[in-house]
């Protein structure tokens, strides 16, 4: 088997039969030619049931996650909702306490309507998540590392409490894609990402991962949802994807080596309470992180001395950093996420989160030196 380095590279790609190409043709086609009775000679019928360039991207997926099979839709909520929603009504779920946010709105909002019940617990204390299953526990859903606040869950011990419990893991890897994270190696059943941060790579396109460590039930109920739902990515998207993709191991050494110079310099600042980034060795939960991951990322947050006001003058005063959401481009990001997360938030309010980008790490620093000075 190939490194995960040389699949991201090349994985499933071969010169165009017909010309010769070396990069991928975009099929924009919404409909296939088939036989009078419905036969379908190269197995493809209507864009929304699937197209060749999602189908070459999600075979270039599955290979970087160790999957039996990948799915890809056009948004990472798209991802995560079919995923929920496949469940068989009546289902429990367990969900991390500091899961992206927009999942527990959807457990509040919309989990009743959907027949679906949810226990929120904190994922790094195992014992509470032993002590919320249910023999209805369909699903334990991490998020590792975790948004905003970059609290690390041992995937191998929770599916191993989710099989104990007849249930399946399913990991939000947004923040750790392939290239530092192997979630279904580890035991999970189920790994998403919003390819929109890292995976796209370039802050230009939308799309969300499943990706099944078995092509079984689950995994066929979230296919039939997307094609009877509609939440086909486009074949637009699906190549710009790929595109991201290629580059990914070369980007993501970056990402993570600026983060860890940030890292550093805002452990040691006077200004600075508090640095939750999984590469420090002072994270509660590093140990874990060292062992389930092959790089700590380029998310990070810090709480500014002086709370919520302190922390809108420093995310205001910093110039490399765009005040901006989302995360995993090539420019680097700050964020006041209790802000963003409104009324329903528990982000601490002097924390800012950081996407750190490919920027020179040196440059990064000092434009925080002068923000955090000011
Ligand atoms: C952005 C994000 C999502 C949602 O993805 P979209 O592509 O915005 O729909 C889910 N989980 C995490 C951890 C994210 O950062």
């Known amino acids: 088997m190939p490194h995960i380095h040389t699949l991201a590279a090349r994985a499933g790609s071969t010169p165009d039969p017909a010309t010769g190409a070396l990069a991928p043709p975009l099929q924009l086609a919404t409909t296939f030619e088939h036989t009078a009775d419905v036969q379908l000679p190269h197995g493809f019928l209507y864009q929304r049931y699937g197209n060749p360039t999602q189908q070459e991207t999600e075979r270039v997926l599955a290979a970087l996650d160790g999957a039996a099979r990948a799915?890809?839709?056009?948004?990472?909520?798209?991802?995560?909702?079919?995923?929920?929603q496949a469940l068989p009504a009546g289902s429990h779920v367990l969900l991390c306490d500091d899961s992206y946010f927009s999942f527990r709105v959807i457990a509040r909002d919309w989990f009743p309507r959907w027949g679906l019940e949810c226990t929120i617990v904190d994922f790094t204390d195992l014992d509470a998540v032993r002590a919320a299953l249910r023999p209805d526990t369909r699903l334990l859903w991490a998020e590792t590392p975790s948004n905003p606040l970059l609290k690390v869950s041992d995937i191998a011990a929770l599916a191993d409490i989710a099989h104990a419990g007849g249930a399946r893991l399913l990991v939000d890897g947004t923040f750790a894609p392939p290239t530092l994270q192997q979630p279904l190696a580890l035991g999970a059943d189920v790994v998403m990402h919003s390819a929109t941060k890292y995976l796209g790579g370039?802050?230009?396109?939308?799309?969300?991962?499943l990706s099944f460590a078995e092509d079984g039930e689950h995994a066929a109920a979230c296919q039939g949802l997307r094609v009877l739902g509609g939440a086909t990515a486009s074949p637009f998207a699906a190549w710009m994807i790929l595109r991201g993709v290629r580059s990914l191991p070369a980007r993501m050494d970056w990402h993570c080596r600026n983060a860890g110079q940030v890292a550093q310099f805002l452990q040691a600042h006077a200004r600075v309470d508090k640095v939750h980034y999984p590469g420090l060795a002072s994270h509660p939960q590093h140990a874990v992180a060292a062992r389930q991951m092959s790089g700590f990322g380029g998310m990070l947050s810090f709480e500014v001395a002086?709370?919520?006001?302190?922390?809108?003058?420093?995310?205001?005063?910093?110039?490399?950093?765009t005040n901006a959401t989302s995360l995993g481009s090539?420019?680097?990001?700050?964020?006041?996420?209790?802000?963003?997360?409104?009324?329903?938030?528990?982000?601490?309010?002097?924390?800012?989160?950081?996407?750190?980008?490919?920027?020179?790490?040196?440059?990064?620093?000092?434009?925080l030196e002068q923000a955090l000075a000011g």
């Not at 209790?338 to 309010?349: D, K, M």
Request: no cysteine; glycine share 14%; aromatic share 4%.
């Open 71 to 84: 799915l890809l839709y056009p948004t990472g909520m798209a991802a995560g909702a079919t995923a929920l």
């Open 202 to 209: 370039h802050g230009d396109v939308m799309g969300g991962v």
């Open 306 to 321: 002086g709370g919520r006001e302190a922390a809108l003058a420093v995310a205001a005063r910093l110039r490399l950093f």
């Open 330 to 367: 090539t420019e680097s990001l700050v964020e006041h996420r209790a802000s963003i997360e409104g009324p329903l938030s528990t982000t601490p309010q002097g924390l800012l989160r950081l996407s750190v980008g490919l920027e020179y790490g040196d440059d990064l620093v000092a434009d």
